[in-house]
């Protein structure tokens, strides 16, 4: 991380020095260039570069902290990738009030490609290995236990996890218990069992009423035949 912040202010440093205007490395593709950019890339923000720098290192601060509970290496270069540029465009921004971009493509794939330096490398490098990361890689136990960054994983993997067991809850469902936002885990554990717990009373009921039949019917029987006989010995 240090070394690629020391390598980016390096290599500025002597770009600044040295390079007036372009020196065309491959003719009509690629430029060493000196160019101040005041804003960010692309020339978004112009001339809002103390809040970028502040932005910088405040941004850095937070991805310190999710690399101080993490043990995965790879996350962690990742990471401190990340941090390295951020934190060497934003010690420009702080100190000379622009960012010195050295790095140019012409033509890359027919597109004038934007300028860019060291640090710009070391974000882009850390953002894609953050996304391979959690493609490739994240399965395994990226954070320390009981931290902040942890525990919110594992919540958001159980509650993952319980959706997927539970394919009846939706925020359609008959139930109103069964929905993504329920907060009681045994009701949602339960939910979707509802209508299959309906079905057993609908059929106890039904067998009732038809015993019920049954034995009015036969009682109605028992009647007619006690008065029939009745009158035969009248």
């Not at 012409?106 to 490398?121: E, S």
């Not at 993504?180 to 209508?195: A, L, V």
């Not at 036969?218 to 035969?232: G, I, P, V």
Request: hydrophobic share 40%.
């Amino acid at each position: 991380m240090v070394l690629m912040v020391v390598a980016d202010q390096v290599t500025k440093a002597v770009i600044s020095a040295n390079v007036v205007g372009e020196i065309p490395v491959i003719k009509d593709f690629f430029d060493i260039v000196c160019w101040h950019n005041t804003g960010a890339a692309w020339g978004i923000f112009d001339n809002a570069t103390l809040v970028l720098g502040i932005f910088s290192f405040v941004f850095s601060a937070l991805i310190l902290l999710v690399y101080l509970q993490t043990d995965a290496g790879f996350l962690k270069l990742s990471l401190s990738l990340i941090i390295a540029g951020a934190v060497g465009n934003g010690i420009d921004r702080i100190r000379l009030g622009y960012v010195v971009d050295f790095l140019s493509f012409d033509n890359l794939f027919g597109y004038q490609f934007p300028a860019f330096n060291v640090a710009d490398i070391c974000v882009t490098g850390g953002c894609i290995g953050i996304i391979i990361f959690l493609l490739f890689m994240s399965k395994k136990q990226a954070f320390r236990r009981d931290t902040f960054c942890e525990r919110l994983l594992r919540e958001k993997t159980a509650e993952t996890g319980a959706n997927r067991k539970n394919p009846k809850c939706s925020e359609n469902y008959k139930n109103p218990q069964c929905s993504e936002n329920y907060k009681d885990s045994k009701s949602s554990e339960n939910c979707g069992q509802t209508e299959e717990n309906e079905k057993p009373e609908e059929n106890e009921q039904s067998e009732k009423n038809e015993q019920s039949e049954v034995k009015g019917q036969s009682e109605a029987n028992e009647q007619s035949e006690e008065n029939k006989q009745s009158k035969n010995n009248e």
